[in-house]
């Protein structure tokens, strides 16, 4: 065992010592030793319940044979942290928990781990640390909170709270209504509702095997996620003793599929960020050209919040992922065989899924021929863009409006705020991307006061910057080059004509070269927003978006 390392042979009985210091038997020293990386905290309400989850996953282990190791991670709450600086800093925590959880098992030599996640950048950071250390690892995402209900209306974090904001200031509810949708939006523990980034990582791990499965799609309050956490604890020790590692189930072809299911269910756009840093903490050739390969190809076959009214509870009885697996297999010949930390069992549970067609399409009866995701690319963006496609009218998927240029999130915000954005607009918000930000904070602030205040089909939003998930409307994000890398979107006037054409997977400035040419020669870099700290350091180790804002 890799554990050997620090508790065999005379030389380490100084060790030993230590170990006991913190209770372990000399009979458990002889055990596999398994950390549980565990990303609890009491600010973040998807990782609120995890301190049970952790007492699941030791009995799972030390019920199968081994020796359990809890240690921390950071988390950070994306909707907590949205709208303010501290957005700043949540893409930057995925590669601090990955250098955290990397740092531990190392010096520790631990056998193997089962990563206790749930939230936006920690299952990423989770899965790029598993790729890292290439010991077999389990994760174990915490799971949807309850969908809310006010007056027999069923609501959402995003549609019941973020997007009451705007309906507030624009009169459509009074101020008691804005309050009672304030407390009973998110009423109980776990991820927020829909297919956001929380869920759809969550969704993508157990399609990648890394997970057991239903464990993206029970809720975090069920005796389902408890047996789920228990069953981890047991499976890791059983994976140790295989010396089943996750390089052989992180494929190209799996990621492939990761990236298939993906744009099957409509997933996050945040996804594309972190399955391109997985690709490259696991060294596998997958680019943004697989993305935009696959997106032309794959038809969407489920409609989440906030693309539907069908929330992650739906989609775990109408089978969850097992039964999105099987459809895939039986009808996309581009999906290959599933890898897995339990792969008989996944493979028995796929074979015999049931599937809802109500809210699980046949694929050859999907929702729309349109992927969920798609890639943009034009004089804007010839790095690639990135838009939810399924979050979008179809009526608006051409588009052309005129800009309306701000240098950060705030100040479009008062422009919003004002009512100073009208149909026809195109909002730009620069200086929001990895390096320009730092940290490229997600818009879900800005773009859920747009469609709240009904200008969801009526204008649209573009960025160097991200989305949340939840994220509705005409937006794209994810534009490179960034403005701080000197791209197009820096060079962008009010007045200027922008074209977003879906169909066409076009993201162009109306602005002839010559005079693009010009205004680059007066392009000067704006002032970096900081210059000491965390920060500072991540805005100058950062990558592109194109390539998952790997540092």
Not at 78 to 86: L, R, T
Not at 373 to 387: C, Q, T, W, Y
Request: glycine share 10%; hydrophobic share 40%.
């Amino acid at each position: 065992m890799r554990s050997d390392n620090i508790k065999k042979g005379i030389a380490r009985t100084p060790h030993r010592s230590l170990l006991m210091a913190t209770g372990v038997s000399k009979e458990s020293i002889k055990r596999p030793f398994i950390g549980i990386a565990s990303s609890f905290s009491d600010l973040v309400p998807g990782h609120i319940g995890m301190r049970d989850l952790e007492r699941q996953i030791e009995k799972g282990i030390h019920t199968g044979g081994g020796q359990s190791f809890i240690f921390g991670v950071p988390a950070v709450c994306d909707g907590i942290a949205m709208g303010h600086e501290g957005m700043r800093y949540s893409l930057p925590s995925r590669d601090l928990i990955a250098d955290c959880i990397e740092t531990v098992a190392n010096a520790h030599q631990l056998d193997g781990l089962v990563l206790l996640s749930n939230c936006d950048k920690i299952t990423p950071a989770m899965l790029i640390a598993s790729a890292r250390l290439n010991i077999p690892t389990i994760i174990a995402t915490a799971g949807p909170m309850l969908d809310g209900e006010s007056k027999c209306e069923k609501l959402t974090m995003i549609k019941g709270a973020f997007e009451a904001v705007g309906k507030y200031r624009d009169g459509v509810i009074d101020k008691n209504r804005l309050l009672e949708l304030e407390e009973a939006s998110c009423p109980s523990a776990g991820s927020c509702q829909g297919l956001y980034t929380a869920n759809t990582m969550a969704c993508l791990t157990e399609v990648l095997g890394m997970s057991l499965p239903f464990c993206a799609t029970a809720a975090a309050v069920s005796s389902h996620k408890r047996r789920i956490a228990f069953e981890s604890g047991e499976q890791i020790v059983e994976l140790v003793r295989q010396n089943k590692k996750p390089l052989s189930i992180l494929t190209k072809n799996n990621l492939r599929n990761a990236i298939i299911a993906d744009l099957a269910m409509g997933g996050s756009t945040n996804s594309f960020l972190h399955l391109l840093a997985l690709a490259n903490a696991a060294n596998i050739d997958v680019t943004l050209d697989d993305f935009e390969e696959l997106s032309h190809k794959i038809h969407q076959i489920v409609k989440l919040e906030p693309s539907s009214n069908i929330t992650m509870s739906g989609f775990y009885q109408a089978g969850g992922v097992s039964a999105l697996l099987k459809v895939l297999l039986r009808d996309v010949k581009e999906f290959t065989n599933i890898e897995g930390v339990s792969l008989t069992k996944t493979r028995k549970l796929v074979k015999d899924a049931y599937v809802d067609s109500n809210i699980i399409h046949d694929y050859n009866v999907p929702f729309t021929t349109k992927p969920g995701l798609g890639i943009l690319k034009g004089n804007i963006a010839p790095e690639g863009s990135v838009i939810k496609i399924s979050a979008v009218d179809e009526s608006c998927y051409e588009f052309r409006g005129t800009a309306k240029v701000f240098d950060s999130e705030e100040d479009a915000m008062v422009a919003l705020e004002r009512n100073n954005i009208k149909e026809g607009d195109v909002i730009v918000i620069r200086y929001e991307g990895p390096k320009g930000g730092p940290g490229m904070r997600e818009m879900l602030a800005p773009t859920s006061l747009l469609v709240g205040k009904g200008l969801g089909t009526k204008a649209a939003l573009i960025t160097d910057g991200r989305f949340s998930g939840g994220t509705r409307g005409i937006c794209v994000g994810h534009i490179c080059p960034e403005a701080a890398d000197g791209g197009v979107i820096g060079l962008i006037k009010d007045g200027d004509e922008i074209e977003i054409d879906i169909n066409k997977r076009i993201l162009n400035l109306n602005v002839p070269s010559i005079e693009l040419e010009e205004r680059k020669k007066e392009w000067k870099p704006k002032k970096a927003n900081v210059t000491s700290g965390y920060l500072a350091k991540y805005a100058r180790t950062v990558q592109d978006a194109s390539h998952g804002a790997i540092v």
